[in-house]
T-cell receptor, first 112, second 109 residues
Framework: DGGITQSPKYLFRKEGQNVTLSCEQN?????MYWYRQDPGQGLRLIYY???????QKGDIAEGYSVSREKKESFPLTVTSAQKNPTAFYLC???????????FGNGTRLTVT | GQNIDQPTEMTATEGAIVQINCTYQ??????LFWYQQHAGEAPTFLSY??LDGLEEKGRFSSFLSRSKGYSYLLLKELQMKDSASYLC??????????WGAGTKLIIKP
């Protein structure tokens, strides 16, 4: 079955540490996205990539970094520069720019 | 600026009908999406409207009025499993999605 896999489901880190969230898809989609979801707010776009070896900043890219070395993979690194990293992180992919997003099951990151 | 408004929470009874409204303001428009999200899970796609009118898909229907910047999601014959958050998202001229905060739907027996 095709889909998007995010790992781990829960992640705990100490303040000041970088952490990398994994996202893998086998849908053969060109576009991949990282969103952050906080209570009472809409999804906010962190980074997106429409093709391998290329990515663009979203609305809240500060304190985050990504890479897109393979079509299937789009890992997100939450750096120590991110002021408020505790959140639910969702990875998504789409086949074309106006087609529906397919989401992974999310990673809930807690930083203390 | 760009924004989306939808009610924070709604309550309905099992077997009934509920309408969840969404109003949007975007720079250009390339369609409106509805997603369902159960607590702690990923959003799943429900519907996409780009032309005015009603799209029906089983118990769920979605309506769009581009001139009014308005959409609604209609859920019929409500079941307990429909308890979830419903996310409205409008796509602007750059194909960027603007997301609402979601409507939490509570179904009572």
């Amino acid at each position: 079955d095709g889909g998007i896999t995010q790992s781990p489901k829960y992640l705990f880190r100490k303040e000041g540490q970088n952490v990398t969230l994994s996202c893998e898809q086998n849908l053969n989609h060109d576009a991949m996205y990282w969103y952050r979801q906080d209570p009472g707010q809409g999804l906010r776009l962190i980074y997106y990539s429409q093709i391998v070896n290329d990515f663009q900043k979203g609305d809240i890219a500060e304190g985050y970094s990504v890479s897109r070395e393979k079509k299937e993979s789009f890992p997100l690194t939450v750096t120590s520069a991110q002021k408020n990293p505790t959140a639910f992180y969702l990875c998504a992919s789409s086949s074309t720019e106006n087609s529906p997003l397919h989401f992974g099951n999310g990673t809930r990151l807690t930083v203390t | 600026g760009q924004n989306i408004d939808q009610p924070t929470e709604m309550t309905a009874t099992e077997g009934a009908i509920v309408q969840i409204n969404c109003t949007y303001q975007t720079s250009g428009f390339n369609g409106l999406f509805w997603y369902q999200q159960h607590a702690g899970e990923a959003p799943t796609f429900l519907s996409y409207n780009v032309l005015d009118g009603l799209e029906e898909k089983g118990r769920f229907s979605s309506f769009l009025s581009r001139s009014k910047g308005y959409s609604y999601l209609l859920l019929k014959e409500l079941q307990m499993k429909d308890s979830a958050s419903y996310l409205c998202a409008a796509m602007d001229s750059n194909y960027q999605l603007i997301w609402g905060a979601g409507t939490k739907l509570i179904i009572k027996p």
